[in-house]
Nanobody, 128 residues
Framework: QVQLVESGGGMVQAGGSLRLSCAAS????????MGWFRQAPGKEREFVAV????????YYADSMKGRFTISRDDAKNTVYLQMNSLKPDDTAIYYC?????????????????????WGQGTQVTVSS
């Protein structure tokens, strides 16, 4: 089992920034990638970004490119999501997830089914 705990959410004005953190613990040796998803009220959970754990290759959803940056700290077993130029449409619960699925391209890990472990989520609210 892998435990994931998100932190760093909160309320920010449009144009502001937040950095989310996700600390992993437990049997993390099988983890191959870490991702961020988000779910707005009344909407399905959507892919945000993913990073391969061994090499650090990243991939983003189109609407996040240039504004969001995913990174990892191997020593701290933590993945981050730096979010800049936030918009009210970014308001959602943000979830961290760990994948154990073998892949060739990290860009293939963009659906909920690709991830085995999930955090409880952290709320991000962007006011206009």
């Amino acid at each position: 089992q892998v435990q994931l705990v998100e932190s760093g959410g909160g309320m920010v004005q449009a144009g502001g920034s937040l950095r989310l953190s996700c600390a992993a613990s437990g049997r993390t040796f099988g983890r191959v990638a870490m991702g961020w998803f988000r779910q707005a009220p009344g909407k399905e959970r959507e892919f945000v970004a993913v990073i391969s754990w061994s090499v650090g290759t990243t991939y983003y959803a189109d609407s996040m490119k240039g504004r969001f940056t995913i990174s990892r700290d191997d020593a701290k077993n933590t993945v981050y999501l730096q979010m800049n130029s936030l918009k009210p449409d970014d308001t959602a619960i943000y979830y961290c997830a760990a994948s154990t699925r073998a892949f060739y391209y990290v860009s293939s890990l963009t659906t909920i089914r690709d991830y085995t472990y999930w955090g409880q989520g952290t709320q991000v609210t962007v006011s206009s």
